[in-house]
């Protein structure tokens, strides 16, 4: 069961965004220009969710744990900065039900947030392209604070922006590094059913509640009274 929050913070890729697509394609396309084998969207997608950098340095090998020639990724990483810059929203697209939970949560008087891993430059446009970004208050991305999740720092940052005791605070995500950030914060964590985490069902991580589609937060989360 959930107690009534009064402020909520949402993940990006894998919650609001179903971003894979323009990441598979920059992947591959990097690759091509590093005469390397390309990996297709369904490899990709078991990469996603720690963020560009580490998502390059899986590619470079082929696989979700490990490291690349350092010197291969420093030739890698621009090229794929590069690549993502021009195509952070040309495929990519909101997930079902997101732009009713939205609108659902902002009607009904939640104070909200968004908190990523993605570096701002990638994440602020992302979210205008797609319509949302102006439902939330605060934007803190993988570069705004000196850590990020699975850290609780940009949860708790959140918390004091808007004033709002952590006991008070939901964050909405899709994978364990989500839970981990919302546990340490002291937050309630409610988790999406189709994000990414590297294929690892995110009931194993035991959030509080798993839904399917963000539609069904009218049914879970009642509106504020202030």
Known sequence: MIKQP???LIDVDGTLVDSVPD???CVDEMM?????PVHGEAKVREWVGNGVERLTRRALIGKLDGEPDEDLFNKAYPIFLALYADNTSKRSKLYPGVAEGVAYLKQA???LGCVTNKAAQF???LLKDLGVSDYFEIIISGDTLAKKKPDPLPLLHAAEFFG???ARALMLGDSVSDVKA????GFQI???SYGYNHGVDIREANPDIVIDSMAELRDILPVVKH
Request: hydrophobic share 50%; glycine share 8%; charged share 20%.
């Open 123 to 125: 994440t602020e446009p």
């Open 109 to 111: 008087g939640y104070k």
């Open 32 to 36: 091509k220009q590093l005469g390397m």
């Open 182 to 185: 919302a546990r340490a914060a």
């Open 23 to 25: 990441l598979a394609w």
């Open 164 to 166: 709002v005791e952590p």
């Open 6 to 8: 009064i402020m909520i």
């Open 190 to 192: 409610i988790c999406m």
